[in-house]
């Protein structure tokens, strides 16, 4: 299926399991095709090992289009590779050069245990959207979209923090493995909008405490996952986060 | 305290901490330049003695004095229980990690640029607190004042400590760098129309203070001013 020449070293991280400790391993990948995905080249490298009786690399993906979150991989020491705004299921080979060496690593984190090799566990994002990352309405029919007027800059912003698709490269790429980019964008994203508002300060608070219980790291705002957000979801939602934390906490006589 | 709940204890309640202790030391270090600058009068310390006399003896002064201590001890012991926190966020480090690809060297250098900042710290305090508060200034000046210029010459012939108090100025310069704007962004203050006065008055007031402070060894040694 390659029938491109480029001709690559990658370096990738080989783990068994959570509990046995993973060391890089060399493998050498000629004729690769510069219009391949990240994935699809290592579709390749997986080709070979099979056809040569070896395990072949675990990694995540799904959709393949940059939408489902699921694709992860830290390439030469960035989450989803070298170029801005995109996932790895987009990055293709054409951004690497013949002979360049590539290592891939797992996204590492506390939080984040390694299942094998480049796939981890990333349900701790699903707790913490669990945990408040929902609003509650009634049954029956939906209303009428324009019964709740919302002006454009704030439907906007809402769309924004919404289009995180929770890969976790921001806690990949974080030096404290800290989510709050993460968590922010999804509290942002109903805060934003009336019907965010009832939960509005028990969702701030019981997120952000299913957050610190799950290990994440504390955010020390170097705007690395910020850089590095395949959906360029802004530190914005970090200050506002921040500001509902706060808000719940001594203002609202609420308490969780 | 049942109602605020685990608001300090949870990491976003660490990080305000951290932010609203960082401001006040910002405002000290105003106030702290703010007197020093005296001595660029160069009227031999006169006017510098009379600032130092004042935050010696006033009350206000003395009992800010307390609150200032007791803000930098809960800023290095907070950094340092997020500092480990952290470390344990991320056990396995990676085997290349581009962090400049993403990230300025000084912003994720905090805690270094901090303890560089502490050592000079506890230098500083031996070189001058020390001496005013506990074993005392030898003599005096032409206002009667305890001569606390005269210390400063004394001190700032060294050229060791010289070099060394401009290079660890460099230091709080990068540590202001990153800590000015970081505060407000902690403190929720992130908005489309503040963000570029906090941008750039973090980066002009790191600078200029920096370069006060560490003009002021210099200017002795160098005996710009005597």
């Known amino acids: ?256 | 305290m049942s109602g605020f709940g685990n608001a300090f204890s949870s990491s976003i309640g660490k990080k305000f901490i951290m932010g609203v202790t960082g401001l006040f030391l910002i405002l000290f270090l105003i106030v702290h330049a703010g007197i020093n600058s005296l001595i660029f009068l160069d009227d031999n310390g006169l006017k510098f003695n009379i600032g130092a006399h004042f935050m010696a003896t006033n009350w206000i002064i003395r009992a800010g004095e307390y609150i200032l201590f007791v803000g930098l001890l809960v800023h290095i012991f907070q950094a340092l229980r997020l500092t480990i926190q952290n470390r344990k966020a991320r056990p396995e480090r990676y085997v290349v990690n581009n962090g400049n690809a993403n990230s300025k060297w000084y912003s994720r250098s905090m805690g270094l640029l901090g303890t560089l900042l502490l050592i000079f710290l506890v230098i500083h305090l031996k070189d001058f607190w020390v001496v005013s508060r506990f074993t005392g200034i030898p003599t005096v000046d032409a206002n009667g004042n305890e001569d606390l210029y005269a210390v400063m010459r004394e001190k700032f012939q060294d050229p060791v400590r010289v070099v060394a108090y401009v290079l660890l100025m460099i230091s709080l310069c990068y540590h202001l760098l990153h800590g000015f704007a970081s505060a407000f962004q902690t403190m929720g203050w992130n908005h489309s129309k503040y963000n570029g006065i906090i941008k750039s008055v973090g980066v002009w007031y790191s600078i200029i203070i920096s370069i006060i402070f560490a003009l002021m060894p210099i200017a002795v040694y160098t005996g710009l001013i005597n």
């Open chain 1, 1 to 256: 299926m390659s029938t491109g020449n480029m001709n690559l070293t990658l370096k990738v991280w080989r783990q068994k399991n959570n509990k046995t400790k993973g060391a890089l391993v060399d493998y050498q990948l000629s004729d690769i095709s510069p219009d391949m995905s990240f994935l699809e080249m290592f579709d390749v490298l997986n080709e070979q090992l099979i056809n040569k009786g070896e395990e072949p690399v675990v990694f995540d993906h799904d959709c393949r289009e940059g939408i489902c979150g699921m694709c992860s991989m830290f390439i030469n020491g960035r989450p989803h590779g070298p170029k801005d705004l995109v996932t790895t299921c987009q990055l293709h080979m054409r951004s690497f050069k013949d002979g360049d060496t590539i290592v891939v690593e797992p996204w590492r984190a506390a939080a984040f245990p390694v299942v094998k090799d480049l796939t981890v566990d990333r349900s701790a994002f699903d707790r913490v959207i669990a945990a408040g990352g929902f609003i509650s309405v009634n049954t029956g029919n939906a209303q009428d979209a324009n019964n709740l007027p919302i002006p454009k800059m704030q439907a906007d912003a809402a769309f924004e923090a919404a289009a995180c698709i929770g890969c976790g490269a921001c806690v990949a790429t974080c030096k404290n493995a800290s989510a709050m980019l993460f968590v922010s964008a999804k509290i942002s994203q109903l805060a934003l909008l009336p019907q965010g508002q009832p939960e509005r300060y028990r969702r701030v608070q019981s997120m952000v405490a299913q957050m610190d219980a799950e290990g994440f790291g504390n955010c020390t705002n170097t705007g690395a996952c910020e850089a590095e957000c395949p959906k360029g979801i802004s530190l914005e939602n970090i200050a506002r986060m921040n500001r509902d934390f706060a808000s719940a906490k001594f203002i609202s006589e609420e308490t969780v």
